[in-house]
């Protein structure tokens, strides 16, 4: 690869964060040939420029627990990069969150920004903090904390945060009521994934998962195929594991499993989604209560892996590095057609390669779960225009968001050489756009 030089660079400055590394490398490794075909990107050094974030903030968040003791964690948010429009991406409570996983994310998302098409630029941030087995005030008492520090970075034609791992309605909620009161404003705008009655988007809980699915389809459409029968395996058992599921349900697929970092669960008649939506987002229970209250059909398995469960599609919607090279040989020896990331690289290298070499359909995570940013900006448009568009407004347009970005992966893949190469054509489309935007704005 042209970009050798630049990624020993990039290790040499980001010691210690793999995640980091590795989602860089994925990007830069499918570059050369838009790199040759338009060498004034190259002499501007846009790579270069794309893989250094405009900014990154780091702070301090103490808060007090339930017991009166006082905690501290760390707050973080990488302002990747502004070309397209306000940063734009989620907020990640986990405590693997570290600066490296913050920045993968972020770099991966100004891309996946890009493809939406809806201007906006890329940005993640987050915390080490852990929110399981806490008590609803002290995430209060943790997000108001965070949000003193981070609101002075905010703005809804500055930065724009939303959910991801570990944050949800709830903490959306906590973290707007705190940048309401510090500032004053009803800003609408600086934050996605509200609530439907104060300003949230209908359908945006759906999105991610509803995206994912229906970025499946058009893989298998292309393929002559489609979803009704297919046997499909999801990890994962939060926000966007819960909607692929609903959603391949209502295309006539059979979902066979959910995850958590415990264990995954196998059901022999199909998820009910109902069920399982009661057991985590009401209860906010585990899949192996999800299994218990089921009955015969499911059973929960504590050690292995839900890769070992054969089925058409697999829909990885849990965390990065989930699917690696022998959980990929195990799903391909199962007869997997199509592969659709819901969660951000959860996937590693050598299961792409697996994969990819095995003639699967993978859609990657830039790709793939765009829907929910999508309908953040969607959100944001609403917020702006002071409207309130109807679930069906929205599936609707989230439906064509997602075509729309399957066509352009597609179809530069095809240009670029590389058919079929869903990886190849989301990298550089997204790239394309951001750089073209950054070579007209000067040196920035
Ligand atoms: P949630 O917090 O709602 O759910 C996360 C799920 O993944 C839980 O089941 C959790 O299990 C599991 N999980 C998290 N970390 C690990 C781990 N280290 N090992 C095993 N399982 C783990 O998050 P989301 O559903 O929102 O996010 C899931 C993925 O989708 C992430 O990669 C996120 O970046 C990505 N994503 C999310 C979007 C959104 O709009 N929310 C948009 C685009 C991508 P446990 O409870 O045991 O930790
Ligand atoms: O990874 C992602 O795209 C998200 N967590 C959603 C970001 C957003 O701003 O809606």
Redesign the pocket.
């Known amino acids: 690869m042209r970009n050798e030089p630049l990624y020993d660079e990039i290790l040499r400055r980001n010691p210690g964060e793999p995640e980091f590394h590795q989602a860089v490398r994925e990007v830069l490794e499918t570059l050369d040939p838009i790199l040759q075909a338009r060498p004034e990107l190259a002499e501007a050094r846009v790579v270069e420029r794309i893989c250094e974030p405009e900014r990154q903030i780091i702070f301090r968040v103490p808060w007090v627990d339930d017991a009166g003791r006082v905690q501290v964690n760390r707050g973080f948010r990488v302002e990747y990069n502004s070309a397209l429009g306000p940063y734009k991406g ?1 907020l ?1 409570f ?1 405590p ?1 969150v570290n600066l490296g996983i913050v920045k993968f ?1 972020g770099f991966e998302q100004i891309f996946k920004n890009a493809l939406t098409g809806l201007g906006i630029g890329g940005g993640k941030g987050g915390s080490d903090f852990d929110p ?1 087995g806490r008590s609803d005030a002290e995430v209060m008492r943790f997000c108001q904390s965070f949000m003193t520090e981070l609101h002075r970075h905010l703005g809804e034609h500055t930065d724009v945060p ?5 944050v ?1 309605g709830r903490e959306i909620g906590y973290l707007f009521g705190q940048y309401r009161r510090i500032t004053n404003r009803w800003e609408a705008g600086v934050l996605t994934g509200k609530a439907p009655g104060w300003g949230g988007s209908l359908a945006r809980p759906e ?2 998962g509803y995206g994912a699915v229906l970025f499946a389809a058009e893989m298998l459409r292309v393929r002559g195929e489609d979803l009704d029968g297919q046997q499909v395996v999801v990890s ?6 819960i909607y692929a599921a609903e959603k391949a349900l209502a295309l006539g697929a059979n979902v066979l499993t959910c ?4 264990g995954y669960v196998v059901d022999d008649k199909g998820i009910d989604v109902a069920l399982l939506k009661q057991v985590k987002e009401v209860e906010r229970g585990r899949v192996a209560d999800y299994a218990e209250r089921r009955g015969s059909s499911a059973r929960f398995v504590a050690d292995g892996s839900v890769w070992d469960v054969p089925a058409d599609v697999a829909l990885p ?4 590095n ?1 699917l690696d090279e022998a959980a990929a040989a195990v799903l391909v020896r199962g007869g997997v057609k199509a592969v659709s990331e ?3 690289m ?1 996937t590693t290298p050598e299961g792409v390669r697996v994969l990819t070499e095995a003639g699967v359909a993978f859609g990657p ?1 830039k790709a793939a ?1 765009a829907g ?2 999508a309908t953040s900006a969607l959100e944001m448009r609403q917020n702006a225009a002071r409207t309130v568009w109807t679930f069906a407004e929205v599936e609707e347009a989230l439906t064509d968001i997602m075509r729309d970005i399957h066509t352009t992966c597609h179809e530069t893949a095809e240009r670029y050489g590389a058919p079929g190469d869903y990886v190849r054509g989301a990298n550089i489309a997204g790239f394309e756009r951001v750089a073209d935007a950054m070579l007209a704005q000067g040196l920035i």
Request: charged share 10%; hydrophobic share 25%; proline share 3%.
């Open positions: 989620g990640r986990h693997s994310l399981h939303a959910g991801d791992i570990g949800g999105a991610t994962g058992s939060g926000n966007v594991a995850s958590d970092s415990s919607c849990a965390t990065q989930e819901g969660a951000n959860p995570g779960n929910g940013v």
